[in-house]
């Protein structure tokens, strides 16, 4: 009986065990493997002397910078990532250093139109303040449906201790949170970006210190102003190799070979390959880029066109890049305006100092007409101008007849741009062929008139600080000129 | 700041308005750039402390010729070379020569500078340019050649220029100047502007199927234009091939529709309509002969 009671028992158990499943704790089931936590970087973050983006396309973007703040050593490395709290040691990229000290991190193979966190010095977490947005892919909108463009001209004066771009800079942040608070996704500078000579030293006075926050987060695009030069801003040479300074010490000398003695050149890094859309140049001083749907050009006024073989190059160059775009909206920057009545005459060339002004009215002019550019921006003359929407002007101011060459109203009279007179990409002669050319040299001073203001192509006039903000979407460009208190003081608007 | 003044078309029809905008006027700059009398007047007070300064002798001197007052600039100039080494200001002296048109004798000093200091990048370049622009065509290839030597990244126009020079020397000719271009865009890629000469010394030789083929080396973005394939149209045109060249101009034609007006493209419409026109009917396809026909 024992012997069946205890087989039974022995039965039982064996049953039991054997009907057991998952909901039996003595046997819990197996776990999926653990994955590792992927490792984050582990560098500390620097706080660099200078800190700015380049070339932001919708897949790439430099990080370039120098110095560091706290007076420890440089940063060697960045990471990033699309997580601000967490950047992957797997994104950390070592930097190259330029001859002038410069570091710089090509990060490639990015999303298009995305967000992404950095930190100079690969730290696992970026600090606020350190990030980029990539542009849409090519000819895409940005997901907010606009692009804004933020352009200062002649903003250089804090090389020698002003400061008014300060103003300006406050001006256009005060218009911004007025505005729905976006701020730009571009950030051009028309020339006379660091006054007086445009030495490395004037640089960080005028450029990286006034600009920080912007320049972590926005792509600058600079054009060659003539104070860019060194010369105090009087050289008529058409070579880089020519920079020339009066004294060094404070202000800083030539940098040295074999980069350029010219620091323009060295500080900022400019597509030569259509690395960023457009055509390849082959150099710095002129080039162009795509952002979502529009495509901007950067001309060198203030060295290439003071050589006639060299300008004729640059313009073979623009007439191929023109007839290759397809943007919806062409935006041409270069520094010496083709039409000015304020601190200089687009009448007189002051012995050839001022030439560049009539070989880009006479040579280029006819170049945007024909390609569709929609609007020129231009700064050296500080003042801001305004033209109306025009055409075929190549010759001196009294020459100007907006009966012929400006967009007219339903009266007759030239149209404004503004209300119901804004401009329409398709002019009244049924195809592309206007622009609106406009000085913004006034965005660190703001000086004297010339004989014959104001020029006859010009709507508004205004001797005051200040500086633009173009937005742009799909079907509107929205440009507008921006006070020191955020207030809009001009405006006008295109429409296609 | 400066002050406020602001433009409205139809505005100022006053004397008061008139008179007021006079005022803003400031007369005595009239004639002078804006910069260069800030320039000039540095130096002058540099000068007054520092009397035998040569090198500021040497700088003003090329302030005023900027501005073009060269009776001045020659003076600093010649006040400079008699507080050093002459030496040292013959490059400014060759500038002020170059700019007043005297290449003699501007050479003269270039060379003498550049004998001094051959790697002296601004001077090579002034004198590459002088003696491009006197003609001097030996001198200033070999000029260009140092600075394509020298420096990393010339100015893409110094390359047809010298390219230009090569064309016009026999020990060089097309090929020479071909092979400039070619080495150039082998170091940095296809330059359009490069090409284009290359292509326009390929078609000026009648070598149609070379400018084609470099027609195609283009950005892949011109070559989407239907202005490329009007381009190319021409030349197939040119090399006696007249079908491929319909066969372009239909596409350039058919791709121009969709793409919005400008005056450019508008002139191209013109262009393709013409040549189409000149090449003529498609002719008829010869019909292969039918014994059973009779």
């Given at each position: ?164 771009a300060e103003h300006v800079r406050d001006g256009y942040l005060s218009f911004v949170e007025s505005s729905g608070g976006e701020p730009a996704d571009l950030f051009v500078m028309l020339g006379d970006n660091a006054y007086r000579q445009g ?298 | ?294």
């Amino acid at each position: 009986m024992t012997k069946l009671i205890g087989s039974l028992f022995t039965l039982s158990a064996f049953l039991l065990t054997g009907c057991s499943d998952s909901h039996d704790s003595a046997a819990p089931a197996p776990q999926p493997p653990i994955e590792p936590e992927p490792l984050t970087c582990s560098g500390s973050e620097v706080n660099p002397e200078r800190l700015y983006l380049q070339q932001l396309g919708s897949d790439r973007v430099i990080i370039k910078w120098r110095g560091n703040l706290d007076g420890e050593t440089e940063a060697d490395a960045v990471c990033f990532g699309t997580d601000m709290d967490s950047l992957l040691a797997s994104s950390e990229t070592s930097a190259t250093v330029t001859a002038t000290g410069h570091s710089e991190v090509l990060l490639s193979g990015l999303e298009a139109d995305t967000t992404y966190y950095y930190s100079v010095g690969g730290a696992a977490s970026a600090m606020p303040g350190r990030s980029f947005h990539t542009s849409p892919a090519d000819g895409g909108l940005p997901s907010d449906g606009n692009t804004r463009i933020w352009l200062v001209g002649d903003s250089g004066v804090g090389g020698e201790g002003h400061p008014e771009a300060e103003h300006v800079r406050d001006g256009y942040l005060s218009f911004v949170e007025s505005s729905g608070g976006e701020p730009a996704d571009l950030f051009v500078m028309l020339g006379d970006n660091a006054y007086r000579q445009g030495t490395d030293h004037e640089h960080q006075l005028a450029v990286f210190d006034v600009y920080p926050d912007i320049l972590s987060t926005t792509p600058v695009w600079p054009t060659i102003g003539n104070h860019e030069m060194g010369f105090l801003g009087v050289s008529v040479s058409p070579d880089p190799d020519s920079y020339s300074i009066l004294g060094d010490g404070e202000t800083g000398g030539p940098d040295p070979a074999p980069d350029s003695p010219m620091p323009y050149l060295n500080i900022f890094t400019l597509p030569t390959d259509g690395e960023a859309g457009g055509l390849a140049s082959g150099t710095e001083q002129y080039y162009a880029f795509n952002y979502a749907n529009v495509h901007i050009i950067s001309l060198d006024s203030q060295l290439s066109a003071r050589d006639e073989a060299n300008r004729a190059t640059m313009l073979q160059w623009l007439t191929d890049d023109l007839m290759a775009n397809t943007a919806d909206w062409t935006i041409v920057i270069f520094h010496h305006p083709p039409y000015t009545k304020g601190s200089h005459d687009s009448d007189k060339i002051f012995g050839g100092i001022d030439q560049p002004i009539f070989d880009m009215r006479e040579e280029f002019t006819p170049v945007f007409d024909r390609y569709g550019v929609d609007v020129v921006y231009s700064g050296h003359s500080h003042i801001y101008e305004r033209s109306y929407y025009i055409n075929g002007h190549t010759g001196l101011a009294d020459t100007f007849d907006a009966s012929v060459n400006a967009e007219l109203n339903d009266i007759g009279m030239p149209a404004t741009g503004q209300g119901d007179e804004a401009y329409s990409q398709i002019t009244r002669n049924g195809t592309d062929d206007k622009v609106v050319y406009t000085v913004a040299g006034n965005g660190g001073k703001v000086t004297s008139l010339s004989e014959g203001f104001p020029h006859p192509a010009h709507f508004f006039s205004e001797l005051t600080l200040g500086s633009v903000v173009i937005d742009l979407n799909e079907n509107t460009l929205d440009a507008r000129f921006i006070g020191v208190s955020g207030e809009v003081l001009d405006s006008f608007i295109i429409t296609r | 700041m400066g002050a406020t003044f602001r433009v409205v078309p139809g505005a100022c029809a006053t004397a008061a308005c008139a008179l007021f905008l006079l005022l803003l006027i400031p007369a005595p700059n009239l004639m002078a750039h804006p910069g260069v009398e800030d320039r000039i007047h540095l130096l002058s007070e540099d000068i007054v402390a520092s009397p035998n300064n040569q090198y500021l002798y040497v700088q003003r001197g090329l302030a005023y010729s900027n501005n073009a007052q060269p009776q001045l600039a020659l003076a600093d100039i010649k006040t400079a070379e008699t507080l050093g080494d002459p030496l040292d200001v013959a490059f400014a002296r060759g500038i002020l020569l170059y700019r007043a048109g005297d290449f003699t004798a501007a050479r003269v000093y270039f060379d003498r500078y550049l004998q001094a200091h051959p790697r002296h990048l601004a001077s090579l370049e002034y004198r590459a340019r002088m003696l491009r622009d006197a003609g001097v065509n030996a001198a200033a290839l070999a000029d260009f050649q140092q600075i394509f030597a020298l420096k990393a990244t010339p100015d893409p126009g110094y390359y047809i220029s010298a390219a230009r020079i090569m064309v016009a020397l026999p020990e060089y000719g097309i090929d020479g100047a071909i092979a400039l271009l070619d080495k150039r865009m082998d170091q940095v890629g296809v330059l359009s502007s490069l090409q284009r000469y290359a292509i326009e010394l390929e078609t000026d030789r009648q070598h149609y199927d070379a400018a084609i083929t470099r027609m195609a080396t283009l950005d892949k973005a011109l070559r989407a234009t239907p202005q490329w394939q009007v381009e190319v149209a021409q030349l197939h045109m040119q090399a006696g091939q007249p079908e491929q060249a319909r066969g372009l101009l239909e596409q350039a034609d058919s791709r121009l529709r969709a793409l919005r007006s400008n005056t450019a493209r508008v002139e191209l419409q013109r262009t393709i309509q013409r040549l189409l026109q000149e090449l003529g009917p498609i002719p008829e396809p010869i019909k292969a002969h039918d014994p059973e026909a009779g």
